[in-house]
């Protein structure tokens, strides 16, 4: 069964960049779907982006659009999230997310912490 591992978060300045990694493992990445998710304290999980299995569809919510781009190596059973110009309000803990035949499944969560 797929397992996903997502890495890269950490504390940044407000304008910084940060580029999440999420490494899959017990399954091949290239038949699923991708996406990352960010859960901020007291609020709801929400999706951030999402890929099609060769990323030739991608959708981004409007909060983060031309500022942070998800990108996937199938090669390597890898997805990433690069962002930039990270601000306070992107504070939250980023989930990476894969989905084959409607079956989500998860990874733990790394802290994204934006300072103002």
């Known amino acids: 069964q797929l397992q996903l591992v997502e890495s890269g978060g950490g504390l940044v300045q407000s304008g910084g960049s940060l580029r999440l990694s999420c490494a899959a493992s017990?399954?091949?990445?290239?038949?699923?779907?991708v996406a990352w998710f960010r859960q901020a304290p007291g609020k709801e999980r929400e999706g951030v982006s999402c890929?099609?299995?060769?990323?030739?569809?991608?959708n981004y919510a409007d909060s983060v659009k031309g500022r942070f781009t998800i990108s996937r190596d199938n090669a390597k059973n890898m997805v990433y999230l690069q962002m930039n110009s990270l601000k306070p309000e992107d504070t939250a803990v980023y989930y990476c997310n894969a989905q084959l035949d409607n079956f989500p499944i998860w990874g733990q969560g790394t802290q994204v912490t934006v300072s103002s």
């Open positions: 017990g399954s091949n990445l290239d038949r699923y779907a």
């Open positions: 890929a099609t299995t060769r990323s030739d569809v991608t």
